[in-house]
């Protein structure tokens, strides 16, 4: 059973949304602690191809041993090479639950959260350039780009200046210090002064929006016609790219001007209109405080060809 703290939000919209799943071939992007995983699976699903890059829970995933859950660990952008090695061209679903899991921030020695000291490394697939390296490698102009990029964090300037000052920064608590600081920490403000310069290294570290721009592109690729798209995103960034990408493949682009030349008529809509965006009611945010920043969009698939990575079909 999963604590209360590692529940997956939106559990009964995210299933709506995916539905029908009697008998579904089903990708689950980011397994985490398997709530939509085994979610699908008791309501029908006939196979569910779950994803994660993090070696425990790809780990914690294979050890529940069910015949139906299989586990592969890789990046969800990698779900239309992983399936095709396994013989799998389409399937019916495909959920994205986009960011770091409880258990990750939860765990000090994974370095993700401020909350406890540990080791500055937020990396999801314990492989590869850590939290530390970046803050202690970039340069300060590219390092305070990257904190306003992905953190929106208006101070970003003075937060670079002032880590680049303390390097090297190897723990998570001397870290948030520095940050904290140098970002105006003001005594009794609601929300941790570091919180925007840990989310913009985390980031960083595991390409985060790179990642969940290629994912979408191959699940448009993989779903089959009628199949269905459900993503729960965290954070305006990631908001903002599944938005766009549902607005654009499902033909909501604005219009040309008519005082311009017309132009030639874009490739066809993958993806019906999406459903309006699905926010946690009033229950789940009571009994699961993950829930409060979580936006759920879904869409489902057309029969158009996907678009290539030039915006024309293929």
Same mark, same amino acid.
């Given at each position: 059973?999963?604590?209360?703290? =590692?529940?997956?939000?939106?559990?009964?919209?995210?299933?709506?949304?995916?539905?029908?799943?009697?008998?579904? $071939?089903?990708?689950d992007?980011?397994? !985490?602690? !398997?709530?939509?995983?085994? *979610?699908a699976?008791?309501?029908?699903?006939?196979?569910?191809? &779950?994803?994660?890059?993090?070696?425990?829970?790809?780990? +914690?995933?294979r050890?529940? #041993?069910?015949?139906?859950? *299989?586990?592969v /660990? &890789?990046s969800?952008?990698?779900m239309? /090479?992983?399936?095709?090695?396994?013989?799998? *061209?389409?399937?019916?679903?495909?959920?994205l639950?986009?960011?770091?899991?409880?258990?990750?921030?939860?765990?000090?020695?994974?370095?993700?959260?401020?909350?406890?000291? !540990?080791?500055?490394?937020?990396?999801?697939?314990?492989? #590869?350039?850590?939290a530390?390296?970046?803050?202690?490698?970039? %340069?300060?102009a590219?390092?305070a780009?990257?904190?306003?990029?992905?953190? *929106?964090?208006?101070?970003?300037?003075?937060?670079?200046?002032?880590?680049?000052?303390?390097r090297?920064?190897t723990?998570?608590?001397?870290?948030?210090?520095?940050?904290?600081?140098?970002?105006?920490?003001?005594?009794?403000?609601?929300?941790?002064?570091?919180?925007?310069?840990?989310?913009?290294?985390?980031? +960083?570290? @595991?390409?985060?929006?790179?990642?969940?721009?290629?994912?979408?592109?191959?699940? %448009?690729?993989?779903?089959?016609?009628?199949?269905? $798209?459900?993503?729960?995103?965290? =954070?305006? $960034? /990631?908001?903002?790219?599944?938005?766009?990408?549902?607005? %654009?493949?499902s033909?909501?682009?604005?219009? #040309?001007?008519? =005082?311009?030349?017309?132009?030639?008529?874009?490739?066809?809509?993958?993806?019906?209109?999406?459903?309006?965006?699905?926010?946690?009611?009033?229950? %789940?945010?009571?009994? @699961?405080?993950?829930?409060?920043? &979580?936006?759920?969009?879904? &869409?489902?698939?057309?029969?158009?060809?996907?678009? @290539?990575?030039? #915006?024309?079909?293929?």
């Amino acid at each position: 059973m999963m604590s209360a703290a =590692h529940m997956p939000v939106l559990l009964e919209e995210v299933m709506a949304a995916a539905a029908p799943l009697d008998g579904a $071939l089903v990708v689950d992007g980011t397994f !985490g602690a !398997g709530g939509y995983s085994r *979610e699908a699976l008791r309501r029908g699903a006939a196979k569910v191809y &779950a994803f994660d890059r993090d070696p425990d829970a790809a780990s +914690a995933g294979r050890a529940l #041993g069910v015949d139906a859950l *299989e586990i592969v /660990e &890789a990046s969800f952008s990698r779900m239309e /090479e992983e399936l095709a090695a396994r013989g799998v *061209e389409a399937v019916d679903a495909v959920m994205l639950d986009i960011g770091v899991s409880s258990m990750q921030l939860d765990q000090a020695e994974r370095g993700f959260s401020f909350r406890e000291d !540990g080791p500055l490394d937020m990396r999801m697939s314990q492989a #590869g350039r850590s939290a530390a390296d970046v803050v202690n490698e970039t %340069e300060e102009a590219e390092l305070a780009d990257l904190i306003y990029l992905y953190g *929106e964090e208006r101070r970003s300037r003075q937060v670079a200046r002032a880590l680049v000052a303390a390097r090297p920064l190897t723990r998570t608590a001397e870290t948030a210090a520095v940050v904290r600081k140098a970002a105006g920490q003001r005594p009794g403000q609601k929300t941790d002064a570091a919180t925007k310069t840990f989310q913009a290294l985390r980031i +960083a570290v @595991n390409d985060e929006l790179g990642e969940l721009e290629r994912g979408l592109a191959a699940a %448009e690729r993989l779903l089959r016609p009628e199949g269905r $798209l459900v993503v729960v995103s965290f =954070h305006s $960034l /990631e908001d903002r790219i599944v938005k766009q990408f549902l607005r %654009e493949r499902s033909g909501g682009t604005p219009a #040309g001007s008519r =005082h311009l030349p017309v132009q030639e008529a874009g490739p066809k809509a993958t993806f019906r209109k999406p459903r309006k965006q699905v926010r946690a009611g009033k229950d %789940e945010l009571a009994g @699961n405080p993950r829930s409060r920043s &979580a936006t759920l969009r879904s &869409a489902v698939r057309t029969s158009a060809p996907a678009w @290539n990575d030039e #915006g024309g079909a293929r």
